[in-house]
Every structure is written in structure tokens, then in C-alpha cells.
């Protein structure tokens, strides 16, 4: 299971939360977030809304969804088949994936490190040792712990 989920929906959900970056680039309108359930995204049912703000500016940078009780009942079900999944993959297997997800960090690491910042408001560009981008490629050398 995780390792069709690294394989191309991968770059889905880097896709995905590039969404934020229109908003915050090119003043687009904020777009509502899909859950991802069993490696799917997938549109909510739920009527209610959380907004993604940036902290400074409180400008919305997207809408995420209060998932409904099926919605949780799904997403955590998935999450057991895929524990049990994982659990029975091979060391070799399990290797190739982390490998795979420390590649697609690295290779969307000036997005991602956007993301953080304007969700977060870290600093990503001003210090190249302690911003956004640093802690991305951190994340990234860490997937083998």
C-alpha cells in the first residue's frame, strides 16, 4: 500500500498543497483541501470549514474540511490495512520507499519550505542554515530514522 502511494500520487500531493502557494504568489482564491484517505484524494461531505491562515497577515491561505464521523471511520481503517501492510513489507521494499520520499522532499524542497513559511511564518530564505528550505532538507536525511 505505501508503496503505490509514494509512486505516482507522490507528486499528487506535492501537487496538492501547491494550491496554498497560488494563493500566497498570485493571489488566487483560497481552494478547499481534499482528505486523503487510503492513498485517494478525496472531496469532504462535510458541510463545515477550518481556514488555513497565515499567521501574520491572516490572510486564508485554504479551507480545510472538519471530516464527518465516516469520513475519520474510513481514513483510520485505511491507516490499520496499511500499518499491517507496511509491517509485512520486506527491509529491502521498505528502503525503496523511505528512498523515494527522500527524493520527492528533496526535489520539492523551495515549495515545500513556501508552504511552511507561510504557514508558519518561518523565515526560509534569510538564513539558508535555520529557515524553511534548512529544515525541509533536514526532514529529508531523517526519512531512515
Same mark, same amino acid.
Given at each position: 500500500?505505501?508503496?503505490?502511494?509514494?509512486?505516482?500520487?507522490?507528486?499528487?500531493?506535492?501537487?496538492?498543497? =501547491? &494550491?496554498?502557494?497560488? /494563493?500566497?504568489?498570485?493571489?488566487?482564491?483560497?481552494?478547499? $483541501?481534499? *482528505?486523503?484517505?487510503?492513498?485517494?484524494? /478525496?472531496?469532504?461531505? %462535510? =458541510?463545515?470549514? $477550518?481556514?488555513? *491562515?497565515?499567521? $501574520?497577515?491572516?490572510?486564508? *491561505?485554504?479551507?480545510?474540511?472538519?471530516?464527518?464521523?465516516?469520513?475519520?471511520?474510513?481514513?483510520?481503517?485505511?491507516?490499520?490495512?496499511?500499518? %499491517?501492510?507496511?509491517?509485512? &513489507?520486506?527491509? %529491502?521494499?521498505?528502503?525503496?520507499?523511505?528512498?523515494?520520499?527522500?527524493?520527492?522532499?528533496?526535489?520539492?524542497?523551495?515549495?515545500?519550505?513556501?508552504?511552511?513559511?507561510?504557514?508558519?511564518?518561518?523565515?526560509?530564505?534569510?538564513?539558508?542554515?535555520?529557515?524553511?528550505?534548512?529544515?525541509?532538507?533536514? &526532514?529529508? %536525511?531523517? &526519512?531512515?530514522?
Amino acid at each position: 500500500m505505501l508503496r503505490t502511494a509514494l509512486g505516482g500520487r507522490g507528486h499528487r500531493a506535492f501537487s496538492a498543497a =501547491s &494550491t496554498v502557494l497560488k /494563493v500566497i504568489r498570485h493571489g488566487a482564491a483560497p481552494q478547499k $483541501v481534499p *482528505l486523503l484517505i487510503n492513498g485517494e484524494f /478525496v472531496e469532504s461531505q %462535510s =458541510s463545515e470549514f $477550518v481556514p488555513v *491562515l497565515c499567521p $501574520v497577515t491572516q490572510q486564508v *491561505l485554504a479551507h480545510t474540511p472538519i471530516a464527518t464521523q465516516a469520513e475519520m471511520e474510513a481514513a483510520a481503517a485505511a491507516a490499520q490495512a496499511a500499518a %499491517s501492510g507496511w509491517a509485512d &513489507t520486506s527491509v %529491502s521494499n521498505r528502503t525503496r520507499v523511505m528512498f523515494k520520499l527522500q527524493a520527492l522532499i528533496r526535489e520539492h524542497t523551495e515549495e515545500l519550505a513556501q508552504i511552511l513559511t507561510a504557514e508558519q511564518q518561518v523565515l526560509w530564505h534569510l538564513n539558508p542554515r535555520y529557515g524553511s528550505s534548512a529544515f525541509i532538507r533536514a &526532514t529529508a %536525511s531523517l &526519512t531512515f530514522w
